[in-house]
Each structure stands twice: as structure tokens, then as C-alpha cells.
């Protein structure tokens, strides 16, 4: 599974009056009508219990946020997080896209569980390009095709 690239995400909630987050790379949209998506979480994650009983927000993360991955991903780095309060769940400031979730259900996956969250408000920045996961190192998207083209390259809807 290591050879699909994924995108990193940051999932968070409040417990008590803490903050907290866990990065994982195993998200996707479910469903548009009502609004789901989906994480897979370790049954040996401690935030599991959370999130399947409390709001939640899915931090989509940009290539410049690798610290605030390694972070939740329980590396502890020194640079504070800088957290939007929300209505609905705490969430990471600058992540390149956030969706705002209250628990849907959860279902059995092995050694994982999934968990499924309806889609309350979600947000975007679209000068942000996204930090991705592969074959078990931290990476960057590629270059746009159009900077490609510019050296040579052709993109598909330039081909004849």
C-alpha cells in the first residue's frame, strides 16, 4: 500500500479543555448528499474513542506544515500550534483545506476502525499546495503541467 501516495491529514477535537490531534493518511470522500467522509484510525489510537463520540475537524495539511504533521504524528516539535477556535471543533490555522464533523458511525476494519463524519462547514486556500505521503517518507506534489510544458513537456490537453 506504501507505492499509492496520500494526502495528510490532522484530525482534532476538544477533550475536557485540551486541544488535541492525530495525523493520519487514510481520508476520503464518502458521500455528497448527506456530506460524509471517512478516516481509518489504529483500534490502538487513544483519539479513536473521541471521535466517535464528539465533533471532530479534518485539517487537510499543506507541504508547509511537515512539523505540524510530525507533531500529531507524536513527534513533538518545538514550534507552538496555532489553533482556529470553532463552533464546532478546534482546528489547525493555515491547513490548506478543513472540513468541520460531528460523528456519523463507525464501522469494523481489522485492525482499524472507520470512521465515518458528516460534513457541518468546511474551508479552503487554494495558494496552498498539499504535503503528501509515500512509500514511507513525507513528499511535495509534483510541479503543474504548465510549469512542465514551459520545459519541453506536454500536458494531455495540449497533445494532438
Given at each position: 500500500m506504501g507505492n499509492f501516495a496520500t494526502g495528510v491529514v490532522v484530525l482534532t477535537y476538544q477533550a475536557d479543555d485540551s486541544?488535541?490531534?492525530?495525523?493520519?493518511?487514510s481520508f476520503t470522500s464518502v458521500s455528497l448528499d448527506?456530506?460524509?467522509?471517512?478516516?481509518?484510525?489504529?483500534r490502538t489510537s487513544r483519539a479513536l474513542t473521541y471521535l466517535l463520540e464528539r465533533?471532530?475537524?479534518?485539517?487537510?495539511l499543506g507541504d508547509n506544515q511537515l512539523d505540524t504533521a510530525l507533531h500529531f504524528a507524536g513527534?513533538?516539535?518545538s514550534q507552538p500550534i496555532e489553533w482556529v477556535e470553532d463552533d464546532v471543533a478546534p482546528r489547525i490555522n493555515g491547513s490548506l483545506?478543513?472540513?468541520?464533523?460531528?460523528?456519523?458511525?463507525?464501522?469494523d476494519g481489522g485492525d482499524h476502525a472507520l470512521v465515518l463524519g458528516?460534513?457541518?462547514?468546511?474551508?479552503?486556500?487554494?495558494?496552498?499546495?498539499?504535503?503528501?505521503?509515500?512509500?514511507?517518507?513525507?513528499s511535495a506534489?509534483?510541479?503543474d503541467t504548465e510549469d512542465n510544458a514551459?520545459?519541453?513537456?506536454?500536458?494531455?490537453?495540449?497533445r494532438p
Open positions: 486541544y488535541y490531534g492525530v495525523t493520519v493518511n448527506p456530506p460524509l467522509v471517512l478516516v481509518s484510525m489504529q465533533p471532530f475537524a479534518v485539517n487537510v513527534k513533538p516539535q483545506a478543513y472540513f468541520q464533523c460531528t460523528p456519523w458511525a463507525g464501522y458528516r460534513v457541518l462547514s468546511y474551508g479552503q486556500q487554494d495558494d496552498t499546495r498539499p504535503l503528501l505521503f509515500y512509500r514511507g517518507q513525507w506534489l509534483a510541479q514551459k520545459d519541453g513537456a506536454q500536458s494531455e490537453r495540449s
